[in-house]
């Protein structure tokens, strides 16, 4: 059975950074593409950003701004999301997904398994 759980949410003030980590388990990491996602409140769900096994990344926003980064580590099996400079416009739920090929797509589409989320807030 495969489980993604993301972490490292929480409340920050603007300007600060936090690290969100996503673990999977069920699945052979390194054959999954992993990318990250936010829904804001009152919004649709957006792709932000894709790695692949060869840490190739994917950007699903064309004004990431520098303050995102992604990366993996294939033997922990777990997906990071540093994020810097943090913005109250960044305030969403964080949802990382895998994705059954080795590369990222052109879109944000083809990742059938989702974790629950982390929140982020950022306060002003």
């Known amino acids: 059975q495969v489980q993604v759980a993301e972490s490292g949410g929480g409340l920050v003030q603007a300007g600060g950074s936090l690290r969100l980590s996503c673990t999977a388990s069920g699945l052979t990491f390194g054959d999954y593409a992993m990318g990250w996602f936010r829904q804001a409140p009152g919004k649709e769900r957006e792709g932000l950003l894709c790695i692949n096994w060869t840490d190739g990344i994917t950007y699903y926003v064309a004004s990431m701004d520098g303050r995102f980064t992604i990366s993996r580590d294939n033997a922990k099996k777990t997906l990071y999301l540093k994020i810097n400079s943090l913005k109250p416009e960044d305030t969403a739920m964080y949802y990382c997904?895998?994705?059954?090929?080795?590369?990222?797509?052109?879109?944000?589409?083809?990742?059938?398994?989702w974790g629950q989320g982390t929140q982020v807030t950022v306060s002003s």
């Open positions: 997904a895998a994705r059954p090929y080795a590369n990222c797509g052109a879109s944000s589409t083809g990742f059938n398994y």
